[in-house]
């Protein structure tokens, strides 16, 4: 029978729920466990489709197409059971389920409330995303709660998941909650008051943990340990200090150090053998030892918020771990740039242009990719950094100097990146758009296939077919593709069905390492095996890096 773990958080938001859960279902995975991790987000929104990257950080896609909570990137990174679309959901979604069973009249006239058919609901899909009545149960499901205890929106989540464990009998749930204990400087001291507070919040709601992650800027002394037990009836050995770690790759053994893994087992009454942490102590030692270091420069518009890019951040620093270097990523925004400040490039290692949607930042992008190329500095694009690379050739090298993406130019002559309903006749000619009036519904979601090119780079990176996820709405223009390739750009993937554009670059002969990928790699690099294109890019920073040194050395000579 599959067992829970409850994972809720306290006093503030940001603490870092996803990765401590991702954590604690590492430990059970070393210990030979099945093991997924659901989470419930308690705002309306359907799904973080839709929603500006700016407050709520990047938006995750599985395989099977679903957008999702950016946790499920760290989930993914910890442990090896793939994600999918019922290990996400929102308010939105349990409330759009039960207004449509109620349309069809399911609930047999009855008056239809939070309790019991919005908790019932909520215990349903928590059923589901487990595997429970399935075919392939797992052993372990850590539900991760969205929000903070004492919210209003995350009330009925934690109401249902109470009766869940009631039905559900002893041992069968247990309830992990992450809290703060903030350093008061002027005090010189922790407060455990907070802590306090949160739990007694949990109680009246009729909850209570089984361990406290006690997060602060420093491991928390014994004294204060027994002063939380005290006041929040969980057992002292269930007080767990969680302090800031250098890399999150050090929070499984931080974890399981202080016996987590273990008292979750013990509640749950699984006989399991010992944790087997040794990879995470090889990761954590590659990290903390690199030979090299490179410097990247992503040039994007949401840079004010790194959660923006956070899965990108990561492959990034997992192709470093795999080349022994440490990857150092400067963010520059792209709507700074122009033509008399694109120097500043020079003393990147490599540049990278992210995926993003909207018109805003669009020519600072163009100009990077226009720079990467005459520059010969290694460029990956990934989704509109493809698009903008495309744009950029197609204005400087293909001849067509008003080329341009109907999302930034509804007008422009040569939509060289468009939607697909706007291609219509074979001079590449664009009929108008409707409204779009569902943007949840209306983009390429999800793992695709294509084939990709003999004697390209990316064949070299992917062999014969690469399969990859995607989140976006513009191709590129397929009555272009021909006058493109006539002038040098090289498309090395196509979808295997549509015969769409996945990866553009330039011949070796002509640049080092230029490349534009229309899916998005980084949802699927993991700190253990990497990512090949990000491998890839990496070496090819590295190799950047040493002969721009060796060019430096030749000219003081």
Known sequence: MTKFVFVTGGVVSSLGKGI?????????????LKVTLIKLDPYLNVDPGTMSP?????????????????????????ITTRMRKSNNFTTGQIYKSVLEKERRGDYLGKTVQVIPHVTNEIQEFVKRGAGVGGDNPVDVAIVEIGG????????????????????????????????????????????????????QKMREIGIQPDALLCRADRAIPEEERQKISLFTNVPEWGVISVWDADTIYKVPRMLHEQGL?????????INTPP????????????????????????CGKYTDLSDSYKSLNEA??????????RVNIEYVDSETLNADNLHQLDRYDAL??????????????????????????PYLGICLGMQVATIEYARHKAGLGSANS???????????????EEWQDADGSIQKRSAQSDLGGTMRLGAQSSDVKPGTLAHEIYGDVVTERHRHRYEANVNYLDRLSDAGLVISALTQREKLTEIVELPRSVHPWFMGVQFHPEFKSTPWGGHPLFKSYIQAALKHQSERAGNKQKVAA
């Open 275 to 298: 944790a087997n942490l040794k990879r995470w102590d090889q990761l954590v030692n590659e990290v903390e030892h690199p030979q090299r270091e490179v410097t990247i420069g992503m």
């Open 148 to 199: 903070t205890v004492g919210d209003i929106e995350s009330l009925p989540f934690l109401e249902a998941v109470r009766q869940m464990s009631l039905r559900m009998g002893p041992n069968s749930s247990a309830f992990v909650h992450l809290t703060y204990v903030p350093w008061i400087a002027a005090a010189g001291e922790l407060k455990t008051k907070p802590t306090q507070h949160t739990v």
């Open 316 to 325: 990034l620093r997992h192709a470093g771990i795999h080349n022994h270097a």
């Open 352 to 377: 990278l242009v992210p995926g993003g949607f909207g018109k805003r930042g669009v020519e600072g992008k163009i100009l990077t990719a226009q720079y990467a190329r005459e520059h010969r500095i």
């Open 261 to 269: 893994d273990g008292l979750i087992c013990d509640k749950l009454r």
């Open 406 to 420: 109907t999302e930034f130019e509804p007008e422009t002559p040569h939509p060289v990146i468009a939607l697909i």
């Open 20 to 32: 401590a859960a991702a954590s604690l279902a590492a430990i059970l995975e070393s210990r030979g």
């Open 54 to 78: 700016f407050q709520h950080g990047e938006v995750f896609v599985t395989d099977d197409g679903a957008e999702t909570d950016l946790d499920l990137g760290h989930y993914e990174r910890f």
